[in-house]
């Protein structure tokens, strides 16, 4: 099944303790971005990657770093992750055309205390 | 800041209604747009694309497109209560997909 795997899907942690979020797809996708999701702001970027070893940042990526080693994995970092950053993520992926869609992983809720 | 607005609703109709929803883009270069349908904690699903100035239509479904006014809306005809969910506009600008905020739409049954 083609899909989008985000992992965990559920996180509580505390300020300041380092924390990964994986992303991987099985579509063979170049393009792969990380969103975040708060109520009455909407859907925002906070990094994509165009390819391997390409990597951008969107509207929000201050707190966050990516990594695009390999084709189907996108991993989110968060190194000192603080309250301000209790999200919904959201990791998505599309092929590298105007007219190709995001596909969407089942998201993470991030709590930090 | 590339923006893309729509009105937050909520939308309420009742059951057999058509649902209006209405979204508007700043960026004249955009290429293409979408649609997508949020459940509450859920991941957003992709309900419609349009590319071209014009309707397009997929069963219940009907994309309106006009870049000349910078428009996209989406109709819902027989609208059920499972339609009640946010309905998210998003744009792709070429390197970047930008979303507005969403609008909630309640199908009163």
């Known amino acids: 099944e083609a899909q989008v795997t985000q992992n965990p899907r559920y996180l509580i942690t505390v300020t300041g303790k380092k924390l990964t979020v994986t992303c991987s797809q099985n579509?063979?996708?170049?393009?792969m971005s990380w969103y975040r999701q708060d109520p009455g702001l909407g859907l925002r970027q906070i990094y994509y990657s165009m390819n391997v070893e390409v990597t951008d940042k969107g509207d929000v990526p201050e707190g966050y770093k990516v990594s695009r080693k390999e084709k189907r994995n996108f991993p989110l970092i968060l190194e000192s992750p603080s309250p301000n950053q209790t999200s919904l993520y959201f990791c998505?992926?599309?092929?590298?055309?105007?007219?190709?869609?995001?596909?969407f992983g089942n998201g993470t809720r991030l709590t930090v205390t | 800041q590339k923006e893309v607005e729509q009105n937050s609703g909520p939308l309420s109709v009742p059951e057999g209604a058509i649902a209006s929803l209405n979204c508007t883009y700043s960026?004249?270069?955009?290429?293409?747009f979408f649609w997508y349908r949020q459940y509450s904690g859920k991941s957003p699903e992709l309900i419609m694309s349009?590319?071209?100035?014009g309707d397009k239509e997929d069963g219940r479904f009907t994309a309106q497109l006009n870049k000349a006014s910078q428009y996209v809306s989406l109709l819902i005809r027989d609208s059920q209560p499972s339609d009640s969910a946010t309905y998210l506009c998003a744009v792709n600008t070429g390197n970047q997909f930008y979303f507005g905020t969403g609008t909630s739409l309640t199908v009163i049954p």
């Open positions: 579509m063979n996708h170049e393009y």
């Open positions: 960026d004249r270069g955009s290429q293409s």
């Open positions: 998505a992926s599309s092929l590298p055309k105007f007219d190709s869609p995001l596909h």
């Open positions: 349009i590319y071209s100035n």
